[in-house]
Nanobody
Framework: QVQLVESGGGLVQAGGSLRLSCAVSGRYVMGWFRQAPGKEREAVAAIGLQSDNRTYADSVKGRFTISRDYANKMVYLQMDSLKPEDTAVYYC?????????????????WGQGTQVTVSS
């Protein structure tokens, strides 16, 4: 049973930073996704089993960084230069693939989500 628990969301002003954390039981390709009200869930970033295998959505490239810490069984999403359009519920998810992927259908396990709100 894959267990994923997110934390670290909150309210921040535009231009600020937040770091999301996801506790994960096991070794999986991991992704961060987000869903804003009235919109479909979209991929943000993903990291493979090797930490140098990472991919990002164009909308967050250069601002967000995904990383993982196997020793502590954690995956992180560092979010800098936040914009109001980054406001959403953020989810971490686990996939049974070998490489990082932004394809939402590849992910079979999801956390409960954490709210991120960026004020203008």
């Amino acid at each position: 049973q894959v267990q994923l628990v997110e934390s670290g969301g909150g309210l921040v002003q535009a231009g600020g930073s937040l770091r999301l954390s996801c506790a994960v039981s096991g070794r999986y390709v991991m992704g961060w996704f987000r869903q804003a009200p009235g919109k479909e869930r979209e991929a943000v970033a993903a990291i493979g089993l090797q930490s140098d295998n990472r991919t990002y959505a164009d909308s967050v490239k250069g601002r967000f960084t995904i990383s993982r810490d196997y020793a502590n069984k954690m995956v992180y999403l560092q979010m800098d230069s936040l914009k109001p359009e980054d406001t959403a519920v953020y989810y971490c998810a686990a996939a049974g693939t070998y490489s990082a992927t932004l394809v939402v259908e590849e992910y079979g396990h999801w956390g409960q989500g954490t709210q991120v709100t960026v004020s203008s």
